[in-house]
């Protein structure tokens, strides 16, 4: 029972990590993005179909109020983004909360949180591929009168057999991201320029129809409908770690990893407010309960009825097109880098490690992640797994917190370009605000994710404690040492 515990337990030293990724991008991953540029990739992360579709359900819960909902889930993301910050500079290496989990709470905690993490990337891209056949028939129709059958373009279970266009936007962005991280950026940018753009423009029209009126009974549910509405808005801020997963691939990390954090919550928390603000005063807030239950996109209507036209909700439509193309080109990437550093590790296979020499991109692994999720968008009614994508960011995130205090401890004196103010008080409330989030999602959900870490655990158990790179070191071979810490092979 010792040397089990020994082996969950086994922390990667921060010095090798970041020996492995190499100041220069040695690790075969290279350095090409700035502030702007990796910010751009946390707006994309965060502002995906969410906002377009969460007022019709949490308005009802909260009323006006829901403005409320949308600071508190902002001030536990911002609680969050705190922890992310002062590791980000501490290990600025791929892999995000995994990485930092393996340097703090040991091999095993680390393992079942890059699990986690795929419930957030990998689940929520196939969720949100789902509805993109959706939305480009409602442009393609309203623009040349033509869409695609039900039974290729409408999710199984919901009409459809094979959902070809969730298929098709997984792989496009799969074959975007194999052919290199400056590309994919520079797309990405347009992209978020577009649905930012799409977003001020409904609320510019919004606002022309402004009565305050609406926000006369503020929470008719008091305090327990804003945290309600909260635990449902909270998935809107999910994505905004996808920024630390580039640790290896942007210049000055130490750096630019934390700033590009912050400005991107703050950008996203700004505009949320905006649009639920000219939403709300738009329409009475019982409207938006009866306009989700009769499945209507709620900002598309808004813009038909203060209006009266329809194009309006077709370019909010086609914003919609433009959002989930890019979070699915985020949430891909980010899922890669999760699976490289694992690899890197020992606790999956070694082709997801392997470089191409010329792209210097994880091109094996970026196949697989994205055959997989495009299987999952178009072969699985994904109803069931969608709330778990909210359960693995919070738990996701209070492991961060547990991360700052322990190395806190353990590694005192490791290098830090940013400290966690009103420590250990920013992190426990981060922790212990995440798990009231947690505590307000549904039973089944729970459940499921149960579940989901039992099957984590038999593949560790299996696979990755066998052939973990820390098992070599203990193990104390020439062989192995070189193994955990030998340069990628490129283009292998």
Sequence with gaps: MGRWASQLCRRKPLDAM?????????????????????????????????????????????????????????????????CYVELAGAVPVAGSTYSYAYASLGEGAAYLVAWCLVLEYGVAASTVAVSWGQYLNEVTGELFGFTLPDAISQPPGAGGLVNVPALVVVLLCSLLLARGTRESAAVNSVMVAVKVGVLVFFAAIAFTAFDSGHFADFAPHGMTGVGLAASGVFFTYIGFDTVATASEEVRDPRRTIPLALLLTLAAVTALYILVSVAALGAQPSARFGEQAEAGEAVLAQILRDVTGAGWPALI?????????????????YGQ??????????????????????????????????????????????????????????????????????VLRRIAPDAPRSYRVPLYPVVPVLSALSCLYLAWLLPGVTWTLFGCWLLLAAVLYLGFGRRNSALRGTEAGTEEQRDAATADVEAGA
């Design 336 to 405: 890669t880098r999760i699976v490289f550093s694992m690899a890197r590790d020992g606790l999956v296979p070694q082709v997801f490690r392997r470089v191409d020499r010329k792209r210097h991109t994880p091109v094996h692994n970026t196949w697989f992640v994205g055959a997989l999720v495009g299987g999952l968008a178009a072969f699985v009614p994904l109803q069931y797994l969608a709330d778990l994508t909210s359960m693995g960011t919070l738990i996701a995130f209070v492991a961060v917190a547990a991360a700052v205090v």
């Design 18 to 82: 970041i020996e492995e990724a190499g100041a220069d991008g040695s690790g075969g991953l290279r350095r090409t993005m700035g502030l702007g540029q990796l910010t751009l990739i946390g707006i994309s992360s965060v502002i995906g179909t969410g906002i377009f579709f969460v007022l019709g359900t949490s308005v009802p819960k909260a009323g006006p109020s829901v403005i409320l909902a949308f600071v508190l889930a902002a001030v536990v993301a911002g609680l969050g983004a705190l």
């Design 316 to 332: 909010l439509s086609a914003g919609v097109v433009v959002s989930i193309f890019s979070v699915v080109l985020v949430s891909l």
